[in-house]
């Protein structure tokens, strides 16, 4: 595979759906420990919807466009503080392709960066708050070390590999935000809820594509 499709990025986005249903208890669980306990909720209900708000939004053949309206239309089937950071990246990420009817692998390591920045602009995060964006910058940050010429599944290994270094960051930092805060000193060493999270976005592309050369 060398390059990406409108249906490509559709494909790609239900291998995301498919692992937050597969992990939604468990990062319900976790969450519970830290915060409200519905983070693996809205994790699943946001992702299960995007693959049709993406489709709905397709006709133009722009993939930018359709991140962008997808993105959007999905901050209302999940109106909770995550679901918004999570349209946010979406909507970062079409900003960044718009014009776009196909994608290389250069097209993805910006995907992940423009994700991670259209995140943190919209919740004010920075790296080191102990949130997704420390999974969700490491992976974009080791993912533009790749030369893209060694494809897409390079690149997705690479933002894995630096999310998961990210996930495993968090232990050591002390969370600021949310009800996490308050349980500060129950944090230490246990790693961030939301940075797991990304990390299994992450990894949801990376099943994509291991998928697509198998």
């Known amino acids: 595979m060398d390059k990406m499709g409108i249906e490509d990025v559709i494909e790609m986005f ?29 994790m699943n209900k946001g992702y299960a919807a995007l693959p049709g708000l993406l489709r709905d939004n397709s006709a133009e053949g722009d993939i930018g466009k359709m991140l962008a309206k997808g993105g959007m239309k999905m901050s209302s089937v999940v109106p909770s503080t995550m679901g918004t950071l999570m349209s946010s990246g979406i909507m970062g990420a079409g900003k960044a392709l718009k014009g776009k009817t196909e994608l290389e692998p ?34 974009a940050v080791k993912a533009a070390e790749v030369d893209p010429a060694e494809g897409f599944l390079a690149v997705a290994t690479a933002a894995v590999e630096g999310a998961k270094a990210g996930v495993e960051a968090t232990k050591d930092m002390i969370p600021k935000y949310g009800k996490a805060a308050v349980f500060a ?20 592309i990376l099943n994509y594509f291991q998928a697509k050369s198998a």
């Open 106 to 139: 250069a097209d993805l390591i910006t995907f992940y960066r423009a994700f991670a920045d259209g995140l943190a602009k919209r919740g004010k995060t920075q790296l080191g708050d102990r949130t997704i964006l420390d999974a969700l910058d490491a992976g």
């Open 185 to 204: 000193a129950k944090a230490k060493g246990i790693a961030d809820q939301g940075a797991v999270a990304g990390c299994y976005l992450d990894t949801a």
């Open 14 to 42: 239900e291998s995301v759906a498919a692992i937050f249903a597969e992990k939604k208890e468990e990062l319900c669980e976790m969450d519970a420990a830290m915060g409200d306990g519905d983070l693996g909720l809205t």
